[in-house]
């Protein structure tokens, strides 16, 4: 069974740079793509970026400046870092096995099957 689980701190302020990491267990993450999926409040889900099996990441265009994913294969977990970040970077982060189609950036929720509880970050000084 697969399990993500994210974590990091739960307040950043703005201007700093947003950490989290994703602990993966029942699989090694040297295995498949893993991406950074967000939903910022009273919007819809958006893909951030993604660490692919073959050791290559993808970002959103939106987001590619300011982020950057990486992968530890020996402690089995990715991690995201959002520089620079402003309050509109506040929202559930969660952590996911999967990625778009190549050439896509969109979020669509049949490209993930498994997820992390999500971890609630705000941006606020």
């Known amino acids: 069974q697969v399990q993500l689980q994210e974590s990091g701190p739960g307040l950043v302020k703005p201007s700093q740079t947003l950490s989290l990491t994703c602990t993966v267990s029942?699989?090694?993450?040297?295995?498949?793509?893993w991406s950074w999926p967000r939903q910022p409040p009273g919007k819809g889900l958006e893909w951030m970026g993604a660490s692919r099996a073959i050791g290559a990441t993808l970002y959103s265009p939106s987001l590619e400046s300011r982020t950057s994913i990486s992968r530890d294969a020996s402690k089995n977990q990715f991690t995201l870092q959002l520089r620079t970040v402003t309050p509109e970077d506040t929202a559930v982060y969660y952590c996911?096995?999967?990625?778009?189609?190549?050439?896509?950036?969109?979020?669509?929720?049949?490209?993930?099957?498994?997820w992390g509880q999500g971890t609630q970050v705000t941006v606020s000084s």
């Open positions: 029942g699989v090694s993450i040297r295995t498949n793509s």
């Open positions: 996911a096995r999967g990625r778009p189609p190549t050439g896509s950036s969109s979020y669509r929720p049949q490209d993930y099957d498994s």
